[in-house]
Protein backbone atom coordinates (compact mmCIF):
# COMPACT_ATOMS: atom_id res chain seq x y z
CA UNK A 1 0.00 0.00 0.00
CA UNK A 2 1.51 3.49 -1.34
CA UNK A 3 1.46 5.79 1.70
CA UNK A 4 -0.83 9.16 1.24
CA UNK A 5 0.22 12.30 2.80
CA UNK A 6 -1.93 14.30 4.83
CA UNK A 7 -3.20 16.64 2.16
CA UNK A 8 -4.40 13.96 0.33
CA UNK A 9 -6.41 12.27 3.00
CA UNK A 10 -7.94 15.38 4.08
CA UNK A 11 -9.54 15.25 0.08
CA UNK A 12 -11.55 12.60 1.44
CA UNK A 13 -13.92 13.78 4.79
CA UNK A 14 -16.92 15.92 3.92
CA UNK A 15 -17.68 18.93 6.37
CA UNK A 16 -21.03 20.52 6.57
CA UNK A 17 -20.15 24.02 7.45
CA UNK A 18 -21.86 26.05 10.72
CA UNK A 19 -22.54 29.85 10.19
CA UNK A 20 -20.69 29.44 13.50
CA UNK A 21 -17.24 28.67 14.64
CA UNK A 22 -16.93 26.04 17.21
CA UNK A 23 -12.93 27.21 17.70
CA UNK A 24 -13.24 30.35 19.71
CA UNK A 25 -9.85 32.16 20.62
CA UNK A 26 -10.37 33.01 24.15
CA UNK A 27 -7.97 36.26 24.43
CA UNK A 28 -6.20 37.90 21.66
CA UNK A 29 -3.74 39.70 23.62
CA UNK A 30 -2.48 36.24 25.12
CA UNK A 31 -1.89 35.75 21.07
CA UNK A 32 -0.13 38.64 21.22
CA UNK A 33 2.20 37.75 24.24
CA UNK A 34 2.94 34.09 23.04
CA UNK A 35 6.02 33.87 21.68
CA UNK A 36 5.91 30.61 19.59
CA UNK A 37 2.53 30.67 18.19
CA UNK A 38 2.63 26.83 18.48
CA UNK A 39 -1.21 26.63 17.25
CA UNK A 40 0.29 27.76 13.77
CA UNK A 41 2.54 24.18 13.52
CA UNK A 42 0.64 21.58 15.43
CA UNK A 43 -2.79 21.77 14.15
CA UNK A 44 -2.95 19.05 10.70
CA UNK A 45 -5.29 20.88 8.83
CA UNK A 46 -4.18 24.18 9.30
CA UNK A 47 -7.34 25.90 10.88
CA UNK A 48 -4.90 28.76 12.68
CA UNK A 49 -2.32 31.03 11.22
CA UNK A 50 -0.78 34.05 12.53
CA UNK A 51 -1.91 37.22 10.89
CA UNK A 52 1.30 39.51 10.78
CA UNK A 53 -0.47 42.38 9.35
CA UNK A 54 -3.69 42.22 11.94
CA UNK A 55 -1.59 40.74 14.61
CA UNK A 56 -4.12 38.49 15.38
CA UNK A 57 -4.91 34.61 15.01
CA UNK A 58 -6.99 33.68 12.32
CA UNK A 59 -9.27 30.78 12.87
CA UNK A 60 -10.26 28.70 9.50
CA UNK A 61 -12.65 26.52 11.61
CA UNK A 62 -14.15 25.06 8.10
CA UNK A 63 -11.04 23.24 8.01
CA UNK A 64 -11.29 21.57 10.98
CA UNK A 65 -11.10 17.71 11.59
CA UNK A 66 -12.45 17.51 15.04
CA UNK A 67 -9.03 15.68 16.33
CA UNK A 68 -9.06 17.93 19.46
CA UNK A 69 -5.27 18.60 19.30
CA UNK A 70 -5.52 22.19 19.66
CA UNK A 71 -8.01 21.64 23.32
CA UNK A 72 -4.64 20.37 24.88
CA UNK A 73 -1.78 21.44 22.87
CA UNK A 74 -2.03 25.35 23.15
CA UNK A 75 0.53 26.42 26.56
CA UNK A 76 -1.65 29.32 27.28
CA UNK A 77 -4.75 27.14 27.16
CA UNK A 78 -6.01 29.99 24.74
CA UNK A 79 -8.15 27.83 22.59
CA UNK A 80 -12.31 27.08 22.93
CA UNK A 81 -13.04 24.02 21.49
CA UNK A 82 -16.83 22.42 21.75
CA UNK A 83 -18.32 20.27 18.70
CA UNK A 84 -19.65 21.70 16.33
CA UNK A 85 -23.74 21.84 16.02
CA UNK A 86 -25.97 19.11 15.77
CA UNK A 87 -25.77 17.81 11.86
CA UNK A 88 -22.42 19.89 11.47
CA UNK A 89 -18.99 19.50 11.33
CA UNK A 90 -16.67 15.95 9.51
CA UNK A 91 -17.96 13.10 8.41
CA UNK A 92 -15.49 10.59 7.59
CA UNK A 93 -15.93 8.56 4.20
CA UNK A 94 -13.61 5.63 5.77
CA UNK A 95 -14.11 4.14 9.74
Not at 1 to 8: P, W, Y
Not at 28 to 37: D, H
Not at 79 to 92: K, L, R
Amino acid sequence: MSQQKIADRLFTIRYKCDDKSHLTIKETETCLKCTTKDCNFFCPSDVYEWDKLQKITTVAYENCIECGTCRIACPSDNIEWVYPTGGYGITYKYG
